[in-house]
Nanobody
Framework: QVNLQDSGGGLVQAGGSLRLSCAAS????????MAWFRQAPGKEREFVAT????????YYSGSVKGRFTISRDNAKNMVYLQMNSLRPEDTAVYFC?????????????????WGQGTQVTVSS
């Protein structure tokens, strides 16, 4: 059973930073690639970043590349999303997700397990 608990959202001014955290159940990180997605009101859920199970390779959407960093701590069963230089268009509910599929995965259906979401609001 895979359980994900994401946290760390909040209200921040444009240009500010936030760090999201995802607490995963034991052994999840050794079995799954991990990712962050986000969903703004009235929009579809979209890929933000992923870190692969094997090798820890990271990939980002074009809109966040260079500003966001995904990382993991296998010993603590934690995944993080460091978000810098935040913009109002980054406002969304952010979800941690886990996939048992290998390699680079950026599509919602490729992830079987999801956190409950954490709200990020960036004011201008």
């Amino acid at each position: 059973q895979v359980n994900l608990q994401d946290s760390g959202g909040g209200l921040v001014q444009a240009g500010g930073s936030l760090r999201l955290s995802c607490a995963a159940s034991e052994r999840t990180l050794s079995r799954c690639s991990m990712a962050w997605f986000r969903q703004a009101p009235g929009k579809e859920r979209e890929f933000v970043a992923t870190i692969t199970r094997v090798g820890g390779f990271t990939y980002y959407s074009g809109s966040v590349k260079g500003r966001f960093t995904i990382s993991r701590d296998n010993a603590k069963n934690m995944v993080y999303l460091q978000m810098n230089s935040l913009r109002p268009e980054d406002t969304a509910v952010y979800f941690c997700a886990a996939s048992v599929l290998d390699g680079r995965r950026e599509m919602v259906p490729e992830y079987a397990y999801w956190g409950q979401g954490t709200q990020v609001t960036v004011s201008s």
